[in-house]
Nanobody, 115 residues
Framework: QVQVVESGGGLVQPGGSLRLSCAVS????????MGWYRQRPGKQRELVAS???????DYVDSVKGRFTISRDNANNTVYLQMNSLKTEDTAVYYC?????????WGPGTQVTVSS
């Protein structure tokens, strides 16, 4: 059974930083690409960043240059370093494996950017 647990969210001022973590169990983590998604108030869930098995990364245009996705295969964890946060980054952030286990969502972690 796949389990996903996101953590690291919180309240931060504009321009601040947060590092999100996503711990995954029940899959061979190193064989799966991973994606970070977010759901802003009143909006659909959207892909923010992804990382392949080999470490190649991709980002939605709105976060390029500010967010960095990385993975630690030894600890079955994927990270999202978020810098220069903006109020429009306020959302619940989720991660999920891609491929056969896509849609295995955790409870998410709330990120609120506000002064």
């Amino acid at each position: 059974q796949v389990q996903v647990v996101e953590s690291g969210g919180g309240l931060v001022q504009p321009g601040g930083s947060l590092r999100l973590s996503c711990a995954v169990s029940g899959v061979i983590f190193s064989r799966n690409a991973m994606g970070w998604y977010r759901q802003r108030p009143g909006k659909q869930r959207e892909l923010v960043a992804s990382i392949t098995r080999d470490g190649s990364t991709d980002y939605v245009d709105s976060v390029k240059g500010r967010f960095t996705i990385s993975r630690d295969n030894a600890n079955n964890t994927v990270y999202l370093q978020m810098n220069s946060l903006k109020t429009e980054d306020t959302a619940v952030y989720y991660c999920t494996p891609w491929g056969d286990y896509f849609g295995s969502w955790g409870p998410g972690t709330q990120v609120t950017v506000s002064s």
